[in-house]
């Protein structure tokens, strides 16, 4: 299997695992189903301009901060995250290694994810080529005392408290943060 095709099935995975909890959440299932359905499906930023990316929420233990990049191109505070690479051997793994990038966090293991969430958006013209993103959102849990390191991507890192994000926060931010909170505390993962 090349990597290519394991991505591919990682994400059909955790589309097929995915569990809806409302009408717009079942929409969004749908579209990721219709684009990760077919042999093609986009996981690399060269097959399509609507492609898969990978991001990551990472919570606090008490579930009350959240770590967060000022995205540089997107003029916009947002989980970690990006496209995904060649060596990516699945989702979560590229979602892990976008936080360790953007962040400077020590990468996590797979089976720290405690939640999936999926969000289709566009994105501006300053993405150029990438007209949106189908996201694959990975949400940990780690600890704040954890060292921070801005990339070149990012103008800044820092951790917010889930209560008061920046007013410069990217368009749905909080509404995924919110769904992925409930998701972890549903299935008592906290």
Do not use: N
């Not at 995975?13 to 809806?20: D, G, L, M, N, T």
């Not at 990472?58 to 505070?77: A, E, Q």
């Not at 300053?126 to 990012?154: K, M, N």
């Amino acid at each position: 299997m090349t990597a290519v095709e394991a991505q591919r099935e990682s994400a059909r995975r955790i589309v097929a695992e995915w569990r809806p909890r409302d009408a717009g959440e079942e929409a969004t299932r749908a579209e990721f189903v219709d684009a990760f359905g077919v042999e093609a499906a986009p996981v690399q930023r060269d097959q399509a301009p609507t492609h898969a990316t990978a991001s990551c929420f990472v919570f606090d233990p008490s579930l009350g901060s959240t770590l967060l990049v000022f995205h540089r191109k997107g003029g916009f505070w947002v989980q970690p995250g990006g496209h995904l690479e060649a060596s990516d051997p699945g989702i979560p793994e590229a979602a892990l290694r976008e936080l360790a990038e953007e962040t400077g966090v020590p990468v996590p293991q797979p089976a720290d994810v405690v939640a999936f969430d999926l969000d289709h958006h566009p994105l501006s013209s300053s993405f150029g080529r990438c007209v949106s993103h189908l996201d694959f959102g990975v949400a940990v849990i780690l600890d704040t005392a954890v060292p921070l390191v801005v990339s070149a991507e990012s103008e800044d890192v820092r951790w917010w408290p889930v209560g008061a994000l920046p007013p410069d926060s990217a368009p749905g931010l909080e509404r995924r943060m919110r769904g992925l909170l409930r998701r972890i505390a549903a299935d008592d993962l906290a």
